[in-house]
């Protein structure tokens, strides 16, 4: 399963996320993982999630992005949880390969038994209908 919380700069995304976050560590039945840009989120997180900086790894496209996921999964299979803050900060701006992303992850995530929530920085009136589905 897929979750997008889109939203314009300041309209709350990040404390949505942190509260999905907390959530799903305290209800998981296997590990949470957290991809960000940069390192904002440390205290604002439980220790028992895996806090990733997608910059420490040179995350910088969606095809990057894919193999790291695929890589994490294969490296853990009791991950249940991704969350992936920031979207467009972490592949670019592109959101034609912004939209083909998250719809893999759809796909990625049904196929593994896993939950994936993403933010994207985007007005969400201005997505198309293809997008308009995952929020």
């Keep these: 399963m897929i979750h997008v919380i889109m939203g314009l700069k ?12 907390n959530t799903a560590v305290a209800n ?16 604002d997180l439980s220790y028992k999630v895996r806090l990733v900086d997608s910059k420490e790894y040179g995350i910088n496209s969606p095809a990057m992005l894919k193999g790291f996921l695929s ?24 959101t034609a390969a912004g939209e083909e992303f998250v719809a893999w992850c759809a796909k990625f995530a049904a196929d ?23 929020l």
């Design 10 to 21: 300041g309209s709350g995304k990040t404390k949505k996320l942190i509260e999905a976050i």
């Design 28 to 43: 998981a039945n296997g590990d949470v993982v957290c991809i960000e840009y940069g390192r904002k989120l440390t205290y």
């Design 71 to 94: 890589g994490l999964h294969a490296g853990n299979f009791d991950i249940t949880n991704v969350f992936i803050d920031n979207l467009y900060k972490t592949i670019g701006d592109d």
């Design 112 to 134: 593994n038994n896993m939950e994936i929530t993403i933010t994207i920085s985007q007005d969400p009136s201005e997505v198309s209908e293809g997008m308009k589905q995952y």
